[in-house]
């Protein structure tokens, strides 16, 4: 059974016409940049922040923080709550400061703007904690455990195996890229290991290339993708709106 919208047809079709507009907008940009296109732009992002500062006070800042507290459970949100106050607080001389001078701060505001280190400093550590604990969970020990166990468990090599041997190449092999870059000739090395990692970090250069070859094509394709719905969804909306018929009509009679 079909699903029928409960808005009335005055607020659909006006959802329509505010949609074609911004997506007309946006198209505006083939042909430059122009006010339309960024008051377009300004939208979308307006909305999307928007969005997301609703989603953070109703579904963390209410459920997880102030609903505890109401019930009492102050021991463990005291903490949560000094240090969101205090990156809030962070942000708020950050926009009174915007446009001042770097030494007009007083030293109240500078205690300020060093306090609000604290929690960012923790975001970003936790952040990069837990993404470096997943990649060597969920990524290099796991390609790692295959290759071995493929190696030692009854000699088996099959394809399993080989993908990956050489996931595990590809990735330490990056990993030296990143860490280590080029290695300088004059490194006191012996000559064998020196051409090793040399090779080793060619590799994960070439890797690297490979992997942003991809992104950039699946990010082209998933754009692509995009804009084939757009363009169908202007179809559907001229048709709804009434407007097709009518630009229709006056091809005609320019054709007849």
């Known amino acids: 059974m079909a699903e029928t919208s409960t808005l009335p047809p005055l607020l659909t079709d006006a959802g329509l016409w505010i949609g074609l507009l911004l997506t007309l907008a946006l198209f505006s940009m083939v042909l430059g940049d122009s ?3 960024r008051l377009a732009q300004h939208l979308l992002v307006g909305a999307g922040m928007g969005y997301a ?6 579904y963390v800042i209410t459920m997880r923080m102030l609903t505890p507290l109401a019930q009492g459970q102050w021991a463990t949100q005291i903490a949560p709550l000094l240090l969101s106050l205090l990156l809030i607080g962070a942000a708020v001389e ?21 306090a609000g280190v604290l929690p960012l400093g923790l975001l970003l550590g936790v952040g990069i904690s837990a993404g470096l604990i997943g990649i060597m969970q969920g990524t290099l020990l796991p390609q790692a455990a295959l290759v071995i166990t493929g190696t030692l468990s009854d000699g088996r090599t099959g394809s399993a195996f080989w993908y990956g041997l050489l996931t595990l190449l590809l ?3 990056t990993l030296l890229a990143l860490t280590v870059g080029r290695v300088p000739r004059s490194e006191p090395l012996p000559r064998v290991l ?22 950039l094509a699946r990010l082209f394709a998933s754009r692509l993708t995009l804009l084939v719905d757009r363009l169908d969804y202007l179809a559907i909306t001229l048709r709804a709106t009434g407007l097709w018929q009518w630009v229709a009509t006056i091809w005609q009679n320019i054709v007849s």
Do not use: C, K, N
């Open 53 to 58: 500062a609703v989603m953070a006070i109703q």
């Open 35 to 37: 006010v339309l296109a």
């Open 94 to 114: 950050r926009m009174v400061a915007q446009g001042q001078p770097a030494g007009a701060a007083s030293r109240a505001r500078r205690v300020l703007q060093t």
């Open 171 to 173: 990735t330490t092999a």
């Open 194 to 215: 020196h051409t090793l990692l040399h090779g080793w970090v060619w590799l994960g250069d070439r890797a690297l290339w490979i992997a942003t070859g991809v992104i």
